[in-house]
């Protein structure tokens, strides 16, 4: 689709602009439909990108993605996420069935790499690893985040503009990528209950890189490898 053109603006500017909170002060909901902050979903086509080899591809024991990836234009952050999955399964034995499955990814809008009778469903990748595609897919997704907002100066401003707000996916049907629940339901939910929200973590560390942030712990550290919250597999 054509997008129009957005005037440019300052990051201060972003920073400038209010966030959405309706889940207390602070909580700034993106999802794919129906929330302020939709542009941050992966599913979002506005922001296309060449993957190059910088950042967390080359620093992060990606090689196996780094060689297919490279070079490769991409429509969404998820198109890039699930390229990677059947670039992953291709490490094994079914490497040309994988491939191939990964130049149709390509093709594909984002809604329909989506769901169990996808192209990516459960079954579908021939000798997928699901335990060892678990244990990268959130490094996957980051990369990903981070090859997109270093193409797209309004990306960037649109993240930036959340401020210092927790990012949350407002995504009621997963509870690992997204917090299982949507925006309007979470007002009355503790954040406590909310789930892994993987997703918005990985927003909140793209965002404090462009921020610069280096010093302290980090409030949107990763879960443990091996932890399993409540959702299904992505």
Known sequence: ???????????????RQPVLTLQGAGVAFFY???TRYNELSAMEEGFPFTATAHGILV???????LARANGV?????????????ACHAAIGQHEEANMEIASRV???RPFQLKGARSMLGRGSLKGLNVEAWDNVAQAVMEAGAEQQLRANASLCNILMGTGSAYIAEANPYDSRWGIGLS????????RASWGANWHGKILMRRRDALEGATSGPSRTSPPPRGAAPRGGVT
């Open 1 to 15: 689709r054509t997008i129009p053109p957005q005037p440019e603006r300052t990051l201060q500017q972003a920073q």
């Open 106 to 108: 390509l093709q594909c």
């Open 59 to 65: 620093k992060g024991e990606m090689d196996w993605l």
């Open 32 to 34: 794919s439909t129906g």
């Open 183 to 190: 925006a309007a339901a979470a007002a009355s939910v503790p």
């Open 73 to 85: 234009y991409f429509r969404s952050r998820e198109t890039f996420f699930g390229y990677a999955k």
